[in-house]
């Protein structure tokens, strides 16, 4: 599709191999052309539609990225689906500088006012005795997760790997997690070759994740699928790491009930673990890397479902809670999807600007005050 995506065309010609990092071809200039006017007559509320102006658009639509990737790479999810929140996402680590433009407002804007001139704090995850159990006699709280993301260093994001890299980068994420001990330690599972019993299995504890999310389908995320793809968890099942899902590494602790505490510990525990052995693509500016501009930082998303039937029934005073601790409120199945059973899914929205610790204290005050807040109702 756009520069990345169609490197294995790019060595046609002898025109192609000496413009092949600096041109743009025709093709994708055309594309990008013919979406950046569907979307500027859309009705999109996305933060794509909100900065793209013609003026951008037009100084952006020729630079490409070291890894060959183009605006076109970028925005191509946003193009397609004028529904998306964001519409943007970063073929490689280099995008966020070539197309900062672009990324830098939206930045700002949805990680509530992190500045061009602003540098994310250095990793800390502070004191982690501070954390309890949010909900010791479990009337609210149904499950508790926290995750971060982490891309491996020196590899692009999704739509810009081969195969091979695919392969390569499961093969060193699966030998480092078997060396895990402890309670992390666990079983990895390649996609590839998935019997039908594990596949079930992996359904069943709604460990498993499926290709064909549209959004990262536009985006090119989805490519030589499921090569490279893998689940890893621990024998208790509150620990697991996605390989090559949206992210290289999404590094997931999760357990029934409200001991934010106890699942916050063992994440901090499997990621240092996870860092000593394999290095981390990070930026002084933005701190961790990852494909999804909204996922930059700290890449920590600290989330409960929550049964809370009184606010449910004023969701604008609970919007109105959530808000004012930066919480973001989803629908059980995630984005884009409605309370099943009064059950919400409320996690922190901040990931920049903030250190890790501070991101997951939002959630854990919002929440104590939310529970008190139905308590008192």
């Known amino acids: 599709m756009g520069g990345c995506a169609s490197k294995e065309n790019s060595k046609k010609t002898k025109e192609d191999e000496s413009g092949k990092s600096t041109m743009v071809d ?6 990008l052309e013919a979406g950046f006017q569907k979307l500027e007559a859309s009705d999109s ?59 830098d407002p939206i930045i700002e804007d949805y990680h509530g006012g992190f500045k061009k001139t602003d540098k994310h704090p250095p990793k800390n995850w ?20 926290v995750r971060c993301g982490r891309s491996l260093d020196g590899y692009p994001f999704n739509p810009c790997l081969t ?5 390569e980068m499961e093969q060193k994420v699966s030998s480092t997690l078997s060396g895990l001990e402890g309670e992390l330690k666990g079983t ?41 793809r893998g689940i890893f968890h621990n024998d208790a099942k509150t620990f697991l790491v996605w390989c090559n899902e949206e992210d290289h590494l ?44 909204t996922n930059l930082g700290t890449t920590v998303r600290a989330s409960v479902h929550i049964k809370v039937p009184k606010l449910a029934a004023n969701k604008a005073k609970l ?36 250190t890790e610790f501070d991101a997951v204290k939002e959630m854990y005050d919002g929440i104590a005050e939310i529970i008190k807040i139905e308590k008192e109702l």
């Not at 900065?51 to 890894?67: A, G, P, V």
């Not at 602790?253 to 901090?268: A, E, I, K, N």
């Not at 601790?325 to 309370?339: D, F, I, M, P, S």
């Open 26 to 31: 025709a093709a994708v200039l055309e594309k």
């Open 250 to 293: 999404r590094i997931i602790s999760m357990q029934m009930g409200g001991d934010l505490g106890q699942v916050y510990r063992r994440l901090v525990t499997a990621v240092n673990d996870i860092e000593k052995r394999l290095p981390f693509s990070h930026s002084d500016r933005f701190g961790f890397l990852t494909f999804c501009p």
């Open 45 to 103: 509320k996305s933060l794509l539609k909100k900065y793209l102006t013609r003026e951008l658009f037009d100084s952006l639509k020729t630079k490409k990225t070291s890894f060959g990737s183009t605006l076109l790479d970028v925005i191509q999810s946003g193009l397609e689906n004028h529904d998306s929140g964001i519409g943007i996402y970063a073929p490689d680590a280099d995008s966020y500088a070539v197309f900062s433009d672009l990324f």
């Open 319 to 354: 919007e109105e809670v959530a808000a004012k601790y930066n919480l973001q409120v989803r629908g059980t199945r995630g984005e884009h999807t409605e309370a099943e059973g009064g059950v919400y899914d409320i996690s922190n929205k901040r990931r920049m600007g903030l």
């Open 126 to 145: 502070g004191d982690t005795s501070i954390f309890g159990n949010l909900d010791a006699a479990g009337e609210y709280i149904v499950s508790t997760r």
């Open 163 to 167: 195969e091979e890299q695919y392969k």
């Open 188 to 228: 990895f599972y390649p996609l590839t070759g998935m019997s039908k019993e594990v596949q079930q299995k992996l359904i069943d504890d709604h460990f498993l994740f499926k290709e064909g999310d549209r959004f990262l389908q536009a985006a090119n995320a989805c490519r030589f699928w499921p090569s490279g």
